[in-house]
């Protein structure tokens, strides 16, 4: 029987077996849904079980990236005949933030800018100006408050998942951050790797502290049942200082050597160190600058109000 009478698309094939392509659209539209997630498993299981290898792989063999073997192998290959890639980095950080974004994590410490300022009270400072100032604009941010605690808002918010959102923000500003402390790296090590490799690395190195937070999330869920909330978040804080430590130094310590020979392990300690105390004081930095800002212009508004 020729390639073409056995074509499961033309219409007399349909006619004679239909549940044939009902399965065999059924298995194209369930690997579209689950291959992503298979490939980010896969990455996280290269990451934790051989990294020094899937990260020489990556940097110098990309072609034999297909050769890596996974526990998920079988049921990948049930799905689909196409290469087992892994994720690219980017890929993978957004499959780590979306694993913790649907653990239930809120990342609101992940923004230090508006949390400093609404720890501050930096808002209703510049209100309380506006309101000796300016009575006509403070009623309108009252009443633009008002609006968005209205059962009108509320009702409609339910219908939008704040998760997600947040997490697409959290994608936005982890990429620039990691932009930022990957060219701080570069910097400290004298260029001996490249900027797009120590993109790449802090890249996989970040969505893997991402996916691991979705799993303490969930570690969290369970623990809030039988502890107090006390507790929960002290032990909760704890496992994720313990994961960050391990993803963001221990890890990149013991790799990153045995990739570039010209790196030492002092090298590679200090640079990390040193690249995350200039990230934590430059979010800082914009930080303080933008609350000094807010305070000038509430002083401003108080001064032209007397």
Not at 28 to 53: D, F, M, N, Q, R
Not at 119 to 134: V, W
Not at 225 to 250: D, K, M, P, R
Not at 251 to 257: A, K, M, R, T
């Amino acid at each position: 029987m020729s390639r073409r009478s056995q074509d499961p698309y033309r219409p007399d094939f349909v006619e004679r077996s239909p549940f044939l392509l009902i399965w065999r659209q059924s298995r194209a539209a369930i690997s579209e849904l689950i291959v992503p997630l298979l490939a980010g498993l896969k990455t996280v299981w290269l990451l934790l079980v051989s990294p020094t290898h899937f990260f020489r792989t990556w940097f110098f063999d990309r072609a034999a990236a297909s050769r890596f073997h996974s526990p998920f192998g079988l049921v990948w290959r049930t799905l689909t005949s196409a290469p087992q890639l892994p994720l690219e980095p980017h890929q993978f950080l957004l499959f780590g933030i979306f694993t913790a974004a649907l653990a239930g994590f809120g990342f609101d410490n992940s923004n230090r800018f508006t949390g400093f300022l609404s720890q501050a009270g930096a808002g209703d400072l510049l209100l309380g100006q506006l309101q000796q100032s300016a009575p006509a604009a403070a009623n309108l941010l009252l009443r633009v408050r008002t609006l968005g605690e209205s059962p009108t808002i509320l009702t409609l918010s339910q219908f939008m998942d704040s998760s997600i959102i947040s997490a697409v923000v959290e994608l936005v500003l982890t990429l620039y951050i990691t932009m930022a402390f990957a060219l701080f790296f570069w910097v400290m090590v004298r260029g001996r790797v490249s900027t797009t490799q120590s993109y790449t690395f802090w890249l996989y190195m970040t969505g893997l502290q991402y996916f691991t937070t979705g799993l303490s999330s969930i570690v969290y869920l369970i623990f809030s049942l039988g502890f107090s909330a006390e507790v929960t978040a002290f032990l909760f804080w704890l496992l994720e200082s313990g994961l960050f430590v391990l993803w963001q130094l221990i890890l990149p310590v013991i790799v990153l050597p045995r990739l570039f020979p010209k790196l030492t392990l002092g090298s590679v300690l200090l640079a990390v160190l040193v690249g995350r105390g200039l990230l934590f004081a430059l979010s800082w930095l914009v930080a303080g600058f933008g609350y000094t800002l807010l305070i000038l212009l509430a002083t401003l508004l108080g001064s032209s109000g007397g």
